[in-house]
T-cell receptor
Framework: ETGVTQSPTHLIKTRGQQVTLRCSSQ?????VSWYQQALGQGPQFIFQ???????GRGNFPPRFSGLQFPNYSSELNVNALELDDSALYLC?????????????FGPGTRLTVL | GEDVEQSLFLSVREGDSSVINCTYT??????LYWYKQEPGAGLQLLTY?????DMKQDQRLTVLLNKKDKHLSLRIADTQTGDSAIYFC???????????FGSGTRLLVRP
Protein backbone atom coordinates (compact mmCIF):
# COMPACT_ATOMS: atom_id res chain seq x y z
CA GLU A 1 0.00 0.00 0.00
CA THR A 2 1.49 3.35 -1.07
CA GLY A 3 1.33 6.20 1.43
CA VAL A 4 0.67 9.87 0.75
CA THR A 5 3.39 11.54 -1.29
CA GLN A 6 3.99 15.23 -1.98
CA SER A 7 6.17 17.16 -4.39
CA PRO A 8 8.33 19.08 -4.38
CA THR A 9 9.98 18.70 -0.97
CA HIS A 10 11.22 22.27 -0.85
CA LEU A 11 10.47 25.36 -2.90
CA ILE A 12 11.69 28.94 -2.89
CA LYS A 13 9.63 31.67 -4.56
CA THR A 14 9.51 35.45 -4.50
CA ARG A 15 6.60 37.71 -3.60
CA GLY A 16 3.96 37.98 -6.30
CA GLN A 17 4.83 34.67 -7.94
CA GLN A 18 2.52 31.69 -8.28
CA VAL A 19 3.16 28.16 -7.01
CA THR A 20 1.66 24.70 -7.55
CA LEU A 21 2.10 21.93 -5.00
CA ARG A 22 1.19 18.31 -5.71
CA CYS A 23 -0.12 15.43 -3.66
CA SER A 24 -0.79 11.77 -4.39
CA SER A 25 -3.33 10.19 -2.10
CA GLN A 26 -2.96 6.87 -0.34
CA UNK A 27 -4.24 4.02 -2.45
CA UNK A 28 -8.03 3.65 -2.20
CA UNK A 29 -8.61 7.09 -0.66
CA UNK A 30 -11.03 9.49 -2.40
CA UNK A 31 -10.75 12.57 -0.19
CA VAL A 32 -7.85 14.96 0.16
CA SER A 33 -7.39 17.85 2.57
CA TRP A 34 -4.73 20.57 2.51
CA TYR A 35 -3.27 22.25 5.58
CA GLN A 36 -0.83 25.10 6.12
CA GLN A 37 1.57 24.77 9.05
CA ALA A 38 3.45 27.94 9.95
CA LEU A 39 6.63 27.59 12.00
CA GLY A 40 5.85 26.67 15.62
CA GLN A 41 2.12 26.29 14.96
CA GLY A 42 -0.36 23.51 14.40
CA PRO A 43 -1.71 22.85 10.91
CA GLN A 44 -4.51 25.13 9.70
CA PHE A 45 -7.18 23.71 7.40
CA ILE A 46 -7.18 25.23 3.90
CA PHE A 47 -9.74 23.12 2.04
CA GLN A 48 -10.88 19.61 1.26
CA UNK A 49 -11.75 17.87 -2.00
CA UNK A 50 -14.01 14.88 -2.38
CA UNK A 51 -14.53 13.28 -5.79
CA UNK A 52 -13.09 16.33 -7.57
CA UNK A 53 -15.35 18.85 -5.81
CA UNK A 54 -14.42 21.28 -3.05
CA UNK A 55 -16.04 19.94 0.10
CA GLY A 56 -15.20 22.63 2.65
CA ARG A 57 -12.88 25.57 3.06
CA GLY A 58 -11.06 27.25 5.93
CA ASN A 59 -10.28 30.94 6.40
CA PHE A 60 -7.97 31.33 3.41
CA PRO A 61 -8.36 33.89 0.60
CA PRO A 62 -9.41 32.90 -2.93
CA ARG A 63 -5.82 33.09 -4.16
CA PHE A 64 -5.51 29.66 -2.54
CA SER A 65 -7.19 27.23 -4.93
CA GLY A 66 -7.11 23.53 -5.57
CA LEU A 67 -7.91 20.69 -7.88
CA GLN A 68 -8.54 17.00 -7.46
CA PHE A 69 -8.12 14.68 -10.40
CA PRO A 70 -10.00 11.47 -11.33
CA ASN A 71 -7.17 9.39 -9.88
CA TYR A 72 -7.67 11.37 -6.61
CA SER A 73 -4.31 13.10 -6.81
CA SER A 74 -4.49 16.79 -6.00
CA GLU A 75 -2.90 20.21 -6.52
CA LEU A 76 -2.76 23.29 -4.33
CA ASN A 77 -2.24 26.54 -6.21
CA VAL A 78 -1.32 29.81 -4.56
CA ASN A 79 -1.32 33.05 -6.58
CA ALA A 80 0.28 36.39 -5.73
CA LEU A 81 2.51 34.91 -3.05
CA GLU A 82 3.05 36.88 0.15
CA LEU A 83 5.82 36.56 2.71
CA ASP A 84 3.33 35.10 5.22
CA ASP A 85 2.66 32.20 2.86
CA SER A 86 6.02 30.75 3.91
CA ALA A 87 5.08 27.50 5.67
CA LEU A 88 4.96 23.73 5.48
CA TYR A 89 2.04 22.63 3.30
CA LEU A 90 0.60 19.28 4.20
CA CYS A 91 -1.90 17.18 2.34
CA UNK A 92 -3.87 14.41 3.98
CA UNK A 93 -5.93 11.70 2.36
CA UNK A 94 -8.87 9.81 3.79
CA UNK A 95 -11.61 7.49 2.74
CA UNK A 96 -14.99 9.10 2.87
CA UNK A 97 -17.77 6.92 4.17
CA UNK A 98 -15.79 5.62 7.12
CA UNK A 99 -17.06 6.96 10.40
CA UNK A 100 -13.59 7.52 11.79
CA UNK A 101 -12.35 9.50 8.80
CA UNK A 102 -8.71 9.00 9.70
CA UNK A 103 -6.55 11.43 7.76
CA UNK A 104 -3.13 10.23 6.71
CA PHE A 105 -0.59 12.96 6.09
CA GLY A 106 2.18 13.29 3.56
CA PRO A 107 5.66 14.59 4.46
CA GLY A 108 4.81 18.11 3.32
CA THR A 109 6.25 20.75 1.00
CA ARG A 110 8.32 23.49 2.64
CA LEU A 111 7.58 26.78 0.82
CA THR A 112 9.78 29.80 1.40
CA VAL A 113 8.66 33.16 -0.01
CA LEU A 114 11.37 35.83 -0.27
CA GLY B 1 -15.31 29.57 17.82
CA GLU B 2 -13.44 26.32 17.57
CA ASP B 3 -10.22 26.24 19.57
CA VAL B 4 -7.79 23.59 20.79
CA GLU B 5 -5.20 24.40 23.45
CA GLN B 6 -2.10 22.49 24.49
CA SER B 7 0.80 23.13 26.83
CA LEU B 8 3.96 23.97 24.90
CA PHE B 9 6.63 21.78 26.43
CA LEU B 10 7.12 18.62 28.49
CA SER B 11 10.38 17.06 29.63
CA VAL B 12 10.56 13.55 31.13
CA ARG B 13 13.22 11.00 31.94
CA GLU B 14 13.54 7.87 29.83
CA GLY B 15 11.41 5.07 31.31
CA ASP B 16 8.98 7.43 33.02
CA SER B 17 5.40 8.03 31.87
CA SER B 18 4.51 11.16 29.89
CA VAL B 19 1.13 12.84 30.03
CA ILE B 20 0.26 15.40 27.37
CA ASN B 21 -2.88 17.44 27.91
CA CYS B 22 -5.29 19.15 25.55
CA THR B 23 -8.47 21.18 25.97
CA TYR B 24 -11.01 21.98 23.27
CA THR B 25 -14.05 24.22 23.02
CA UNK B 26 -16.22 22.53 20.40
CA UNK B 27 -19.39 20.85 21.76
CA UNK B 28 -20.05 18.85 18.62
CA UNK B 29 -16.78 16.95 18.47
CA UNK B 30 -17.12 13.45 17.07
CA UNK B 31 -13.56 12.18 17.14
CA LEU B 32 -10.40 13.45 18.77
CA TYR B 33 -6.99 12.49 17.46
CA TRP B 34 -3.38 12.46 18.54
CA TYR B 35 -0.68 13.02 15.94
CA LYS B 36 3.12 12.90 16.28
CA GLN B 37 5.48 15.06 14.23
CA GLU B 38 9.21 14.48 14.13
CA PRO B 39 11.59 17.20 12.87
CA GLY B 40 11.20 17.90 9.16
CA ALA B 41 8.45 15.33 8.77
CA GLY B 42 4.70 15.18 8.26
CA LEU B 43 2.17 14.10 10.87
CA GLN B 44 1.84 10.49 11.98
CA LEU B 45 -1.54 9.41 13.32
CA LEU B 46 -0.98 7.76 16.72
CA THR B 47 -4.48 7.08 17.95
CA TYR B 48 -7.99 8.48 18.15
CA UNK B 49 -10.98 8.30 20.46
CA UNK B 50 -14.68 8.55 19.72
CA UNK B 51 -16.42 11.28 21.69
CA UNK B 52 -18.70 8.87 23.57
CA UNK B 53 -15.74 6.95 25.01
CA ASP B 54 -13.89 7.76 28.23
CA MET B 55 -10.71 5.82 27.62
CA LYS B 56 -8.83 4.00 24.91
CA GLN B 57 -5.66 1.97 25.33
CA ASP B 58 -3.33 1.06 22.49
CA GLN B 59 -0.09 -0.63 23.59
CA ARG B 60 1.95 2.07 25.40
CA LEU B 61 -0.63 4.76 24.65
CA THR B 62 -3.64 5.58 26.81
CA VAL B 63 -6.12 8.26 25.82
CA LEU B 64 -8.45 9.73 28.43
CA LEU B 65 -11.42 11.92 27.49
CA ASN B 66 -13.42 14.04 29.91
CA LYS B 67 -16.22 15.29 27.71
CA LYS B 68 -17.81 17.40 30.46
CA ASP B 69 -14.60 19.39 30.94
CA LYS B 70 -13.61 19.09 27.24
CA HIS B 71 -10.25 17.71 28.31
CA LEU B 72 -8.20 15.12 26.45
CA SER B 73 -4.94 13.54 27.53
CA LEU B 74 -2.38 11.18 26.02
CA ARG B 75 -0.31 9.02 28.36
CA ILE B 76 2.80 7.35 27.01
CA ALA B 77 4.07 4.56 29.25
CA ASP B 78 7.78 3.73 29.48
CA THR B 79 8.75 6.78 27.42
CA GLN B 80 11.75 6.25 25.13
CA THR B 81 14.14 8.73 23.51
CA GLY B 82 12.49 7.90 20.18
CA ASP B 83 9.28 9.39 21.55
CA SER B 84 10.86 12.85 21.50
CA ALA B 85 8.74 14.84 19.03
CA ILE B 86 5.89 17.33 18.84
CA TYR B 87 2.47 15.94 19.69
CA PHE B 88 -0.70 17.50 18.33
CA CYS B 89 -4.23 16.89 19.42
CA UNK B 90 -6.91 17.50 16.82
CA UNK B 91 -10.65 17.87 17.05
CA UNK B 92 -13.04 16.75 14.35
CA UNK B 93 -16.41 18.41 14.36
CA UNK B 94 -19.67 16.68 13.64
CA UNK B 95 -20.35 15.99 9.94
CA UNK B 96 -17.03 17.38 8.87
CA UNK B 97 -13.61 16.08 7.99
CA UNK B 98 -12.04 19.38 8.98
CA UNK B 99 -9.52 18.89 11.78
CA UNK B 100 -8.81 21.68 14.27
CA PHE B 101 -5.28 21.31 15.65
CA GLY B 102 -3.68 22.61 18.78
CA SER B 103 -0.28 24.32 18.61
CA GLY B 104 1.51 21.15 19.67
CA THR B 105 3.40 19.98 22.75
CA ARG B 106 7.12 19.41 22.37
CA LEU B 107 8.12 16.29 24.32
CA LEU B 108 11.77 15.95 25.28
CA VAL B 109 12.90 12.59 26.67
CA ARG B 110 16.14 12.78 28.68
CA PRO B 111 18.39 9.70 28.85
Amino acid sequence: ETGVTQSPTHLIKTRGQQVTLRCSSQSGHNTVSWYQQALGQGPQFIFQYYREEENGRGNFPPRFSGLQFPNYSSELNVNALELDDSALYLCASSLDGTSVGEQFFGPGTRLTVL
Amino acid sequence: GEDVEQSLFLSVREGDSSVINCTYTDSSSTYLYWYKQEPGAGLQLLTYIFSNMDMKQDQRLTVLLNKKDKHLSLRIADTQTGDSAIYFCADRMDSSYKLIFGSGTRLLVRP
